[in-house]
């Protein structure tokens, strides 16, 4: 059955053959400082930049996630079905940090000639949110594959968060609760992992831990 989807006021065909609700894996690798920078650099400069970095983390995904969506400072990804091992979860996450740091320098130094080229390390860093759902499925719409459900809204939701700390790894408490807790403690060698939560209209209090990147390039 085909079904049509409003979305930006153009219908698009939205293709519902069979979708199915799965558990999924989700990971929102979300650049920070981007609306600064694109405000404080010249379009030539930041339209360079940002696609380069976000091909970076595309690129430096090692554990088969799917891409979803490319929000303009964020990558959707997502894996349904049985869940990575946690130890390479969060290898995963340490690779889109320290490969994106790397891609960083790799810029500052290509245009090195343009005076704001200094601003692309100092403004922009990457924070990582990862979630996880019950009954999540994926549709069709155009050539690209939209994920459906209560927690990808969820997902989105936890990038604004009550966290100071402008680069970090999120792990929703929903997704930890996969996993052994006697397991969770041993993954997080570089720093330690805070509990936290946010009360988001709609939908309530969702909690999270949380643990700074910086350490890992610092």
């Not at 990862?130 to 594959?145: M, P």
Request: aromatic share 8%.
């Amino acid at each position: 059955m085909n079904g049509m989807m409003a979305h930006d006021g153009i219908l698009k065909t939205l293709n519902t053959d069979n979708m199915k609700a799965e558990q999924t894996l989700i990971c929102i690798p979300d650049i920070s400082g981007f609306t600064e920078f694109m405000s404080d650099v010249d379009f030539e400069l930041s339209s360079r930049v940002i696609p380069s970095l976000l091909n970076k983390v595309i690129y430096s995904n090692t554990i088969n996630l799917k891409v979803s969506e490319i929000e303009g400072d964020a990558v959707l990804f997502y894996r349904h079905g049985k869940l990575p091992k946690l130890t390479d979860l969060i290898n995963q996450c340490r690779t889109f940090y320290t490969e994106f740091y790397k891609q960083l320098d790799v810029l500052r130094k290509a245009y090195s000639s343009d005076d704001k080229a200094i601003k692309i390390p100092q403004i922009l860093g990457l924070k990582i949110v990862l979630h996880y759902g019950n009954e999540i499925a994926s549709a069709q719409v155009g050539n690209r594959i939209k994920l459906l459900g209560e927690d990808v809204i969820i997902a989105h939701r936890l990038l604004k968060n009550d966290i100071e700390a402008k680069e970090y790894l999120l792990i929703s408490n929903v997704l930890l609760e996969q996993y052994d807790k006697d397991e969770i403690g041993g993954e997080f060698d570089w720093a330690i992992l805070k509990e936290g939560g946010t009360t988001y209209e709609h939908i309530g209090e969702l909690k999270y831990h949380y643990i700074p990147l910086n350490p890992l390039v610092d």
